[in-house]
């Protein structure tokens, strides 16, 4: 299944013959001390910087009925964020949302040193991006 939006995520998420917890981190953006100007400009116009985790969660594909519910639950917590980040694991392996606590970590981790190859973005309108 191509995956270019969340939506499409959670319909995937939720076909497979194994259940699945989701991983999700939401990301802001900052702009490094050392920028140039060029940077500054490209930032001010809502463009590059540094990724900055700013909250995770787990969740099942039943407990999100949509992007939309998501992105509404999300503004309680991180009103400001640009991309969230998301994967999946096979309940048999983190049966409980203490034992997803792991591998979520794990991922804000990556996210921190710039390692999201494995996850999917996703910006604030619910359509999957590629980072360069």
Not at 59 to 68: G, I, M
Request: proline share 6%; net charge negative.
């Amino acid at each position: 299944m191509d995956i270019t939006s969340f939506d499409d995520l959670l319909s995937a998420a939720r076909s497979q013959a194994e259940p699945q917890r989701l991983l999700l981190v939401f990301t802001g953006a900052e702009l490094p001390e050392d920028s140039t100007p060029a940077q500054r400009e490209e930032f001010a116009q809502g463009q590059g910087g540094v990724l900055v985790p700013l909250m995770c969660v787990d969740k099942l594909p039943e407990e999100v009925t949509s992007f939309a519910a998501l992105l509404e639950e999300s503004a309680q917590f991180a009103k400001d964020w640009r991309l969230v980040f998301a994967a999946g694991i096979p309940l048999s392996r983190a049966m409980t949302s203490e034992a997803a606590e792991a591998p979520l970590q794990t991922m804000v981790e990556s996210i921190r040193r710039g390692e999201h190859a494995s996850f999917i973005p996703f910006d604030r309108s619910g359509e999957a991006v590629q980072l360069h």
